[in-house]
T-cell receptor
Framework: NAGVTQTPKFRVLKTGQSMTLLCAQDMNHEYMYWYRQDPGMGLRLIHYSVGEGTTAKGEVPDGYNVSRLKKQNFLLGLESAAPSQTSVYFC??????????????FGPGTRLTVL | AQKVTQAQTEISVVEKEDVTLDCVYETRDTTYYLFWYKQPPSGELVFLIRRNSFDEQNEISGRYSWNFQKSTSSFNFTITASQVVDSAVYFCALSPNAGGTSYGKLTFGQGTILTVHP
């Protein structure tokens, strides 16, 4: 099992450019999440999905869009990148057992720089 | 709203010293989960432990131990006889309302950078 994978690993954008980050998981998990990690702020939830075809906003959703057309994939889009979106982005997936959510499994991260 | 505070931004110890990382949380939920994750210099996030709010027993796993005190809303992490490989950023996190509509969302603390010197 590859677990959670993220593409690309690194990316440099110019202000105003767009891009899509791809997250894929092979564990058949229902729940998927996108976080961003900034120095001194821990990880903050951008968007999440509770199943194929569903998405919802997290703590810091502005400037991002997401889609979950297939259960195993969760895409994060930046329509018009801004320097404030320079960050490390982590995707995670999780599952529920007996009515309780389990730990999240994280991808390796994508380091994005917006100039 | 949930909040997790890790007051120690950075800790530096010498190998074989014991070190405790503090975590204090705020939540209005009566049931919740608490987590610790490790982020080594390579950057990935490694799951260490999940603790149910109903279970206040302390847990030990090798050199790692966790002290959960509901009365003080704390979930502290101790590494005994620290090693250089323990150098990492450690995150405490909270997932409210163990089931239901929380959907497992995590609120993270700011992280504590632990450096263990040889």
């Amino acid at each position: 099992n590859a677990g959670v994978t993220q593409t690309p690993k690194f990316r440099v954008l110019k202000t105003g450019q767009s891009m899509t980050l791809l997250c894929a998981q092979d564990m058949n998990h229902e729940y998927m999440y996108w976080y961003r990690q900034d120095p001194g702020m821990g990880l903050r939830l951008i968007h999440y999905s509770v199943g194929e075809g569903t998405t919802a906003k997290g703590e810091v959703p502005d400037g991002y869009n997401v889609s979950r057309l297939k259960k195993q994939n969760f895409l994060l889009g930046l329509e018009s990148a801004a320097p404030s979106q320079t960050s490390v982005y982590f995707c995670a997936s999780s599952y529920m057992v007996l009515g309780s959510y389990n730990e999240q499994f994280f991808g390796p991260g994508t380091r994005l720089t917006v100039l | 709203a949930q909040k997790v505070t890790q007051a120690q931004t950075e800790i530096s110890v010498v190998e074989k010293e014991d070190v405790t990382l503090d975590c204090v949380y705020e939540t209005r939920d009566t049931t919740y989960y608490l987590f610790w994750y490790k982020q080594p210099p390579s950057g990935e996030l490694v799951f260490l432990i999940r603790r149910n709010s109903f279970d206040e027993q302390n847990e030990i796993s090798g050199r790692y131990s966790w002290n959960f005190q509901k009365s003080t809303s704390s979930f502290n992490f101790t590494i005994t006889a620290s090693q250089v490989v323990d150098s990492a950023v450690y995150f405490c996190a909270l997932s409210p309302n163990a089931g239901g509509t929380s959907y497992g969302k995590l609120t993270f603390g700011q992280g504590t950078i632990l450096t263990v010197h040889p």
